[in-house]
């Protein structure tokens, strides 16, 4: 729509004021083309006339709604013109007392002249990483987005302060370094942050001056390059200066001050270090009196001093060159005290006895002669001769302050280079920010060169502003694809032509500076002459001393006087030689020959406009103007390599009041620093810019119901658009915003203010019409009772007569009784009724109770059959349960007793080894007594011969002896080929037992690689499950809601369950004894077989002693009288030996077979196990999957109780596999015995025999050498049996090493199907069936043997380890520890207690050392552990959990009497012993405080966040919008695209996290509650804070929205029973006050006083700045009246103490306790998980 239609009734306008620049008025009468006049009405209710021209009508600006007023941004605002831009930052300035405001790219920052509370380290850590536009302006932002775009985009940025003297633009660059040395500490040695901060009092002690415009005026430009590192934190900076203010030294207008440093060091002439400097006071020095002021109001020099020297100090600047500073500066003030009279008109001089330039030429160490000529004289060169001729004393006192003005510069200059040099620190720059710190445009009463060059930069800084503008707004156009149109806006490069071009100012003025006859006339006649066409410059009509240059900003006339000396600069040459040999080092540097090129720094290289005239001797130096033009080339080219960012300081009136506001003043500074340039340039395209949900959100009420009904908003938003704004090039659509042009917001707000009236209109109509309805009606009701009365009366006062009367009252008398006889009737006849209903009543009521009593003793008869059918349930499936469990245990004992059995075999194969060389060497015994025997025949036959006597019966002899020893011969044959027979068999044996252990090992190894694949396989399906089970945990998510509503019906299933887990989790601890039984019953059956041992090793010591005897126990002399003395009985002595042989080859056989018997037995046994162990750890990956599956416990009861039933059927195939190893065992104790009996009976009988046959040939002395013989033989055949028992050793080692592995995979698998047994000891379904299982198998194994009564065994809840385990404990309990485990989640702080049971056992060895070491190690793990995982939160909780725990069992089982009240009899008996532990309670108590600050500040990372969306920007009540949208243009980059959501349901889940994951873990209700208290403090603050610094969120419905969110907080707390003893909700006082705040009413004195009862936890700044920022949402909200603020305000003066922050300290952490909380937990019942793998740990 034209913007003429917008003027009508009720809108207001702008007016021109002489006095406030503008002023309002509302119009009010519409306005018609063609009208000459507006009609008006001044805010005082002064009607006036607006003339208007008709031919072309210049309307009045139009005044934005209210509800825009106070934006953030100048851009925001509806209509952008300059009463717009000013009424808005007064209403911000003034009422609500914001100094900062954004104006598009620009801070635009106004000087309060008092010290506000908005730049605390609480308020840096605010804005730190916030983007641009969602907090309040603030020049933390604009440093906050410099530093952020230098991270994010790697390029070098710029901060652009500028402004008048006194505006504060040293202070707001001081406090944007101040930013970047607190967001980006290096956290080094070198405090490079704190140097760059401590540069800022040098710098402005001796640059900055007190002037009529401001107490600390910068007198220089100032850039200061912060540099950073790649992490992005300081390394260093660097300073450049620009065009220092040198006359300030020499001159000084009226109440103005020469530089501090002067002042400063006066102040201290007093001191021991300035004794030397001969100093004065201030007035007494002409450089420091010329203003008449030499202090400045509440500033204390003397203290400064103490602070410039402290801060040289810091820069690492050394005491001696201090020294040297402030001799030079007090030579300076010396000089300036040099008198110079006048001798004649045209000479000059100086007294040789004057103090001062005798106090300049010591301290300087320059020769007092020289400096007194060359100040009087001036030498000339001629052609032929040099001449010197004295001056006057006006050319001395000018060559005397040139020379001060000279020495001051090079000082300044030193300085600034000794603070850069100091600001160096090795490291290489990757990026910079720099901080511009420059004049604004000056125009004074007398504008001389140094205005000329301050306004010649801005102009030079202003064409950079307003490039860089105009491509920001081209960039905001294209990002949203937008067609861009050209924009016309100011562009003042011609007047930058006119200063530096060829043939400009400054070219003339470096021109004129050549002549040594040049004068200000002649050079502003030239520009007269040369420029005087240009429309820029023009001559006044008054004078010819000065010409005007139109800048940017306004007109300024400088007057030309001075322009050539000030561009000159020009010392005297003598002068400066004699400077040159000065013996103080410092002055004779200043004054040393500067090389060529020496123009510029960095040796950067400037072009400047047109090449500059060189100089052809040493006295034509550069000039002042090109080295300024040089300087300024240089900068900007830094900037231009930057990215900007502006800082414009305002000064809002000249007498230095706080929050006073002079129109005048602001707007002539805003004119001139480029504000309303950028509102200008914002105004021709489309300033005001809303995204598509604020708009929707602000102007649905325009919608219509089938515009609101559509799902989409953008579209709906361009339907809404098309229908209110015909024009369509009023508004663009974007992206992601709407684009209006000026003018279009207003008219949206204008009809939606329309159609709220008319709303309220309409509303009104109708109350009223209801409320006046209502009233007619009472009033009508009311006259009708008036009326019958009064007619009732009337008529009775007719009608009435005495027999009336008479007849009424006997008509009274008789109705009277009638009635009561009426009423007797009724009475009687209701009493009859209520009786016999009564009666029945009472009778159905009785039989009613009657019947209901019958229910309810059938109930209960139903009740107790059905409950003691349940409890049947329960028992026989706790039995169930109790058998499973003693099944698995007893399998495993099965296994182990397998290995023993198998151990026992190889004992079995060793002793059949040692009979077999038994045997052996028995054959050969029997060869050498077959080789003796047939020498005594011989013998024999020869003492027959000699013997005649006894021939006879010889030969009967020998006729008997010779039958026998054929049948002998015989047998020898047999036993000869029985022999070869059982090596044979033997030597087969042993190539089977070697084929058969070949054949093992590679079965082994096939089995362990399908293990290994197994395993793999495993790993995948596991992997494969997990995610199956993530999308089962999504699907069961989404089928929740489903079954919720089936739980009602489950309810009571679900309770009988509950109690039979209650009743399963009591009988668990039955299971332990259980263990104990059978760990006695193994104890008998190890008995057992010691006992058979033993039998076994007395029967081969037997075995041995008839060996040795049958082997060695022959002397000679029994040998040789048996062989001699009977010789006849020595063949049925070699009788009884074959056949004792024979009894023995028989023996061996019979065991060997029994041993392969045994061996393939064992065989069958070890591979029915070996597909036992596979079917089990096929069950253990069934059972594994079952556990997955726990959220589904109750639909999976059915197919468990069915699996496991399948199960049961190994349960018969166990028994039987026991009772036959039963069997087995009992047929070889049978054997064995029997074998052992035998082979006694044949040992004593042999021994018998032999005993006698030894004794019968001890007289044959003659077979002395066939016993050597024999012994010979006999070595050789021990020999034969050693080398034979060492093949059966490798074999069997071979067989043993076999057997190991494969007992080592049987345990390890055996061990997977334990850890996957102690998983599922949660299931209470498995622990019923191995509760069934180990109770059949106990009973079975009762059935076949006796047990032998046992000792229970009884724990001491310690832990022995060896000193070498200590590392791996270390590892499995600490660093390996996972808090997820479900060991660790079914026994919450188990770490913690297995960690004290091994310190109890070290200090019950009270092993010192021991004791120190693990203490130590355990405290090292721990801090790796929380070091390694610092951002872990489940971690942290478990360890701080966990280290609470160790703490409190130090403390339980010290033995001090204050922690074992409640400990137990057995606690008390358990306590430590040997070694106090109060020193290391300590240590862990400082660990725990480490780990719980370290546990809070990972919860505030991740809670910051999601604080102040889920607090404040989200909308949980729905209905009621709290946000007004703004129009604030962000920069682009700060806007990330993707951005999480968050909302008060984040947050309250998060917090859910927390507080599950420490109820997890066991960690005590009291840290619990500690760590919620603090939290929730954060949540309170951080909201807080942001509310303080968002002018946005302070509305009424905003504090709705915080009560509600509080509410939530609340009833979560309530809710995980956490209300009482957190002090959680005290936390949230102040942002519950601020809530309140913010909605009660804020108009009356009552309102003011309830508001200092009601917010006691706010402080008074706090307060007053909530009051300032209330931003009103709608036009029917009323701002805070500045009156009612200042009331306020005036109250809480009477509060004592509290603090005057603003923010509040979110790093503020509440003391943390750990009070004594002791455990009812039984050391002695811990059982060892083996899961965590301590196998090298054993309960004690």
Known sequence: MALSELYTKYNRVWIPDEEHVWKSAEILRDFKPGDDTLQLQLEDGTEMLYSLDTSSPQLPHLRNPDILVGENDLTALSYLHEPAVLHNLKVRFVESKIIYTYCGIILVAVNPYKQLHIYGDAVIHAYSGQNMGDMDPHIFAVAEEAYKQMARNNKNQSIIVSGESGAGKTVSARYAMRYFAMVSKSGSKTHVEDKVLASNPITEAIGNAKTTRNDNSSRFGKYTEISFDRRYQIIGANMRTYLLEKSRVVSQSESERNYHIFYQMC???????????????????????????????????????????????????????????????????????????????????????????????????????????????????????????????????????????????????????????????????????????????????????????????????????????????????????????????????????????????????????????????????????????????????????????????????YQCWGFLEKNRDTLYEELIDTMRTSKFPLLANFFLEEEPGGVGSKGIKVRPARPGVKPTNKNLRTTVGEKFRSSLYLLMETLNATTPHYVRCIKPNEEKMPFEYDSKRVVQQLRACGVLETIHISAQSYPSRWTYIEFYSRYSILMSQQELVLTDKKQTCRTVLQRLIQDSNQYKFGRTKIFFRAGQVAYLEKLRLDRLRGACVTIQKHVRGWSHRRTFLRMREAAIILQQYVRGQRRIRKSVTAAALKQGWAAVVIQRYWRGHLTRQIFRMVRSSSIVIQAFTRGWIARKRYKKMVEVQKALILQKYARAWLARRRFQTLRRLVHNVQLSYRCQQLRKKLEDQGKENCGLLERLTSLAGAHAQGLDKLHSLEAQLGKSATEKASLEEREKKSKEDAAKTIAQLQQEKDGFIVQKQDLEKKLADTATEMKDGFDQIKTTLKEDLEREERLRKIAENNLDLQKEDHEKEVEILREENRRLKEERVRLQRQTEEGAQVNTDLQDQVIQLTKHVKVIPELRKDLHNLQTQRDDLDRRMKGQSEEAIAKMSVITRQLLGGMTEEVVISRLASDGPEQIYEAGDLLTAFDGLQKATRVLERKQKEQKEVSDSQIEGLTFKVEHLQNENNQLQKLFQEKMSVNDSIGQEVTRLNQENMVIPELKQTVSELQRHKQELEEQLEEQTRGMTEQIEEISKKLQMNVEEEASQRRLLEQHEQVEREKEEVERRVEELEEVLRRQKNTETEAKTRFTQEASRLTAENMDFEEQLDMKDRLIRKLQNKIKSLQTSEKANQTPAPTIPKEYLGMLEYKREDEPKLIQYIILDMKPRGVVVNMIPNMAAQLLFMCVRHADYLNDGAKLKSLMNAIISGVKKVITDHQADFELLSFWLSNMYHMLNCLKQYSGEEEFMKQNSPRQKKNCLQNFDLSEHRQIFSDLAIRIYHQFISVMEKALMPMIVPGMLEHESLQGISSMKPTGFRKRSSSIYEDQEVYTISSLLQQLSLYHSTMSQHGMEEVLVRQALKQTFFLVGAATLNNILLRKDMCSCRKGMQIRCNISYLEEWLKEKDLVQGTSAMETLKPLCQAAWLLQVNKTTDDDAKEIIEQCSELNTVQIVKILNSYTPIDDFEKRVAPSFVRKVQGLLQDREGGSSQLMLDTQYRFQVTFPFTPSSQALELLQLPSSLRLGFITRI
Not at 279 to 299: N, Q
Not at 366 to 379: A, E, Q
Not at 413 to 425: E, F, G, R, T, Y
């Open 267 to 557: 102040a201290c002439a007093d001191q021991p270090e300035f004794k030397s400097l001969r100093l004065l006071r201030a007035d007494e020095f002409r450089y420091t009196s010329m203003g008449g002021e030499t202090a400045i109001e509440g500033v204390d020099d003397r203290k400064d001093m103490e602070e410039t020297r402290r801060t040289f100090s810091l820069l690492g600047l050394t005491k001696d060159f201090q020294a040297d500073v402030f001799k030079v500066l007090a030579g300076i003030l010396h000089l300036g005290n040099v008198e110079i009279r006048n001798v004649g008109s045209d000479r000059s001089s100086i007294s040789s006895s004057d103090p001062h330039i005798a106090a300049f030429c010591d301290l300087l160490g320059v020769s007092p002669d020289g400096v007194t000529r060359w100040l009087c004289h001036r030498r000339f060169v001629m052609v032929t001769e040099t001449v010197v001729k004295p001056v006057t004393s006006k050319r001395a006192v000018n060559a005397r302050d040139a020379l001060a003005k000279q020495i001051y510069a090079h000082l300044f200059d030193c300085v600034i280079q000794k603070i850069n040099a100091a600001l160096q620190v090795p490291g290489k720059q990757h990026s910079f920010i720099g901080v511009l710190d420059i004049y604004g445009f000056e125009t004074f009463d007398i504008n001389s060169f140094e205005q000329f060059c301050i306004n010649y930069a801005n102009e030079k800084l202003q064409q950079q502003f307003n490039l860089h503008v105009f491509k920001l707004e081209q960039e905001e156009y294209m990002k949203e694809d937008i067609p861009w149109t050209l924009i016309d806006f100011y562009d003042n490069q011609p007047v930058i032509d006119l200063i530096e071009a060829k043939m400009g100012i400054l070219d003339l003025l470096d021109e004129e500076c050549l002549f040594p006859q040049g004068t200000d006339q002649n050079w502003l006649q030239k520009l007269y002459n040369y420029l005087a066409d240009n429309p820029l410059f023009e001559k006044p009509r008054m004078s010819n001393e000065a010409f005007i240059i139109q800048h940017f900003a306004d007109k300024v006339e």
